[in-house]
Antibody
Framework: EVQLLGSGGGLAQPGGSLRVSCAASGFTFSNYGMNWIRQTPEKGLEWISAITGTGGETYYADSVKGRFIISRDNVKSTLDLQMNSLRVEDTATYFC????????????????????WGQGTRVTVSS | DIVLTQSPGTVSLSPGDRATLSCRASQGLSGNFVAWYHQRPGQAPRLLIHYVSRRATGIPDRFSGSGSGRDFTLTISGLEPDDFGVYFC????????FGQGTKVEIK
């Protein structure tokens, strides 16, 4: 069974940093592009970052570019999102998401069909 | 970015009813790059439909998708108790964006 187990997150002050992580199991992790998507009641679902299966290419939404860093460890089958210079508007539930199709993905195709989602990790940015 | 507008915002239906959920794009989508997801309270979204009308693995055939251009529809024939919750559409032809959701509640 494909599983994505999120961890990390919590409370941070504006300008601070947090890290969310995701442990994958049940599939060949290195074969799949992976994504982070966040959700708030106000803005709904927002794609924020993707990484290719090899980790060689990373992509970001404008809202987080230059502040967030996505990375993966294909030996440990883990996905991370390092969040720096946090803002109040980064408050959200963050989902680790597996792409449906295996193989190479590009800037556009890495963020196409989101087949499996982690349970979500809560991040709160507040003073 | 392409904006997706879903309607209605909320619909109240009974088990066994047919649900018709709409998703309109702010501009025509080239290619059939539309997906639908279902989210129950406190859970992550679940993929139902991709490429406008292709059911994801394990999704029963009471779920069907259709549409083209700017207008897309998710139809649920014969609502079951587990089907209640929020449904989101997504376009992935031009970057990726989601609709704001339609809540299907029990009447």
């Amino acid at each position: 069974e494909v599983q994505l187990l999120g961890s990390g997150g919590g409370l941070a002050q504006p300008g601070g940093s947090l890290r969310v992580s995701c442990a994958a199991s049940g599939f060949t992790f290195s074969n799949y592009g992976m994504n982070w998507i966040r959700q708030t009641p106000e803005k709904g679902l927002e794609w924020i970052s993707a990484i290719t299966g090899t980790g060689g290419e990373t992509y970001y939404a404008d809202s987080v570019k230059g502040r967030f860093i996505i990375s993966r460890d294909n030996v440990k089958s883990t996905l991370d999102l390092q969040m720096n210079s946090l803002r109040v508007e980064d408050t959200a539930t963050y989902f680790c998401v597996k792409r449906k199709l295996a193989g190479f993905c590009s800037r556009t195709s890495c963020r196409d069909v989101f087949e499996t989602w982690g349970q979500g990790t809560r991040v709160t940015v507040s003073s | 970015d392409i904006v997706l507008t879903q309607s209605p915002g909320t619909v109240s239906l009974s088990p066994g009813d047919r649900a018709t959920l709409s998703c309109r794009a702010s501009q025509g989508l080239s290619g059939n790059f539309v997906a639908w997801y279902h989210q129950r309270p406190g859970q992550a979204p679940r993929l139902l439909i991709h490429y406008v009308s292709r059911r994801a693995t394990g999704i029963p055939d009471r779920f069907s998708g259709s549409g083209s251009g700017r207008d897309f529809t998710l139809t649920i024939s014969g609502l079951e108790p587990d089907d209640f919750g929020v449904y989101f559409c997504q376009q992935y032809g031009d970057s990726t964006t989601f609709g704001q959701g339609t809540k299907v509640e029990i009447k």
